[in-house]
Every structure is written in structure tokens, then in C-alpha cells.
């Protein structure tokens, strides 16, 4: 018996190792696009990455969702863009676009909204302290913010909110490409963060915002690279799935209720967003964000302004 439970053992290690090869492997599995002659976008395990080139090194935006990442980001960021990296901008909070920043040379110019600070030092505190903490962002967008390097300039906007509260879309402004970030994913289920700020219809609207920007490509936060008539798209569709909630809310029907009625069309084609395989979103789930918006069922989280501080104590 002992035999069979050390080789049992010994066989379950081994799958194990495998596994582990194989995810790792997987994780570190980048694949670059050209976009346009400076840009490029880097598709990976999590939120996609877009890269700027530049005469003195390389802008990058968002840095996927582990510090191994992040780090082979940085390499071929500079590869790609023409030198060391100079600036990090995150769109967002959520881990699949911020936790490659550590695979960055600690102070590194790295932008985003205050709000974007707030949250990611209340819901995911513990992973920035250490070492970690010194490739937060260190540099604030109020509304549009503003660089010139080598000759290129990035504007960053924050148009309102939507996917979360701290939301910035990321302008490449002579090559007319556009980052969206997760405020606009292609052919994907969204996530709506109701607890972080995120709300229905502030997104429809604050996507009006970004369709009045110029641009001629769009590098969604997830999914392949597109145009605007694609944003126009998955406009419709939020209002499509917002005009749900609001009349399930009216009509008082409960989410089992709410889930039970063809209320969609305009997401044929669409596939489950989030992080597959880890965390998958779904028709029914945005329905459900829909539902618990019109009806007041989430309360959004009382996050302080801590990051807000930090930010302005930097200027």
C-alpha cells in the first residue's frame, strides 16, 4: 500500500509540475500587433496592452495581471517601442491591467485617475504594499492629462464613468489609435464594477464622449483591435441591457423574472468576457447588473479618497 500511495504521489507531482509548465507557458505567451507605425498592441493573459513608440523610448498602457508579466511587457515594450520604457498609464484598477506594474522599474512615471489610486488601496491593499507600492501611480488625471515624449504626444481622458468609477481612455494622438480600456471590450460580455462606481447608464453616456474624440483605431481593453462603428455597437448594446433593468425595475419584476425574458439582440456574436478561464462574464450577468442598478440593490462601496490624497501630496 505504501508503494502505491508514494508512487500516487509521485504521479501527482508530476501533473502538478506539467500544469504548472503549461500555465506559466500560457501566461507568458505574449503576441504583438501593429496598429499603426508607432503603435502596437500586446494581447496576453488579460486586459490588452498598447505600446507607443517613441524617439525616446516607449509608453505603455495597462501591464496585464501578474508581475512576470509585467516584467516581459517591459522587455518588449522596449523592443518595440524604441527604447526603455517612460511612462505607464492604467486605464483602471482591476488586477488584469495593474499587476504587471511591478515588472516595472520602481518610479516609473505611471498615470491614472485618483479615483483609480482610491480603489486600488482600499479593494486590493494587500498586494501593494512592500516593494509593490512604489510602481502605484504616481501621477493624476483630473480630466485630460497631457505628455510629450520623442516627439509623440498622449492624451489621457477621463470622460466619466462607466465601467468603473475611475475609467481613462488613452489618446496616441498622431497616430489617431485610441485605448478604451475596459469602458469598451469587442464582442465580449462586460463587466459592470457596481461596487467600484460602475453604472449603466453614466457608461452610455461617457461613451459619447470618447466617439467624440479623434480617432480612426481602437484598441478595446479585450478582444481584437477595431474602429468606432464597433464602440457604436456595444453602445447599443449597454442600452439595450440598461432599457431591460429599467423596465424590469418598473414593472417590479424579481432577477429570476428579469433573467427569464429575451430581452438582448443586440449581442449576437458576443462571447463571455472577464478573464476566462479564471472569471467569465455572461449575458445573464450583465442582466443582472442591469436589474441591481434599476433597482437599487447594490450599494456602491464607501471608498475613501486616500489614493486622492496621496495623489495631490505628490504634486
Do not use: C
Not at 222 to 251: K, N, Y
Amino acid at each position: 500500500m505504501r508503494r502505491v500511495l508514494g508512487a500516487l504521489a509521485a504521479l501527482i507531482a508530476v501533473v502538478l509540475a506539467v500544469a504548472a509548465i503549461w500555465l506559466y507557458g500560457r501566461l507568458t505567451d505574449l503576441e504583438a500587433e501593429r496598429v499603426s507605425d508607432a503603435v502596437h498592441v500586446i494581447f496576453g493573459t488579460g486586459g490588452n496592452v498598447g505600446v507607443l513608440g517613441t524617439s525616446d523610448g516607449a509608453v505603455v498602457v495597462d501591464t496585464l495581471t501578474f508581475r512576470f508579466q509585467g516584467a516581459r511587457v517591459r522587455e518588449l515594450a522596449a523592443e518595440l517601442g524604441g527604447g526603455p520604457v517612460q511612462a505607464v498609464i492604467n486605464t483602471h484598477y482591476h488586477q488584469d491591467h495593474t499587476h504587471g506594474n511591478p515588472g516595472f522599474a520602481p518610479g516609473t512615471r505611471t498615470v491614472a485617475t485618483g479615483r483609480t489610486l482610491d480603489y486600488l488601496q482600499f479593494f486590493d491593499a494587500g498586494y501593494w504594499e512592500g516593494a509593490a507600492a512604489r510602481t502605484l501611480p504616481n501621477d493624476r488625471v483630473e480630466d485630460v492629462h497631457e505628455m510629450r515624449i520623442g516627439g509623440k504626444t498622449i492624451r489621457s481622458h477621463h470622460l466619466g464613468r462607466g465601467h468603473t468609477g475611475g475609467d481613462l481612455v488613452v489618446l496616441f494622438v498622431e497616430d489617431g489609435v485610441l485605448h478604451t480600456g475596459d469602458l469598451f471590450v469587442n464582442g465580449l460580455y462586460p463587466f459592470v464594477d457596481l461596487n467600484a462606481g460602475g453604472s449603466l447608464p453614466a457608461w452610455i453616456a461617457t461613451l459619447d464622449g470618447v466617439l467624440a474624440l479623434e480617432f480612426d483605431r481602437v484598441i478595446p481593453g479585450h478582444g481584437p483591435v477595431t474602429d468606432r462603428e464597433a464602440i457604436l455597437g456595444f453602445q447599443r448594446f449597454l442600452s439595450e441591457a440598461w432599457g431591460a433593468g429599467r423596465v424590469a425595475a418598473d414593472q417590479g419584476l424579481s432577477l429570476e423574472e428579469t433573467l427569464a425574458q429575451s430581452w438582448l439582440t443586440e449581442d449576437a456574436g458576443y462571447e463571455p468576457g472577464g478573464l476566462p478561464p479564471f472569471v467569465t462574464v455572461g449575458r445573464d450577468d450583465v442582466l443582472q447588473w442591469a436589474w441591481e442598478e434599476a433597482t437599487g440593490s447594490v450599494i456602491p462601496a464607501e471608498v475613501p479618497r486616500a489614493g486622492s490624497v496621496a495623489a495631490e501630496e505628490q504634486e
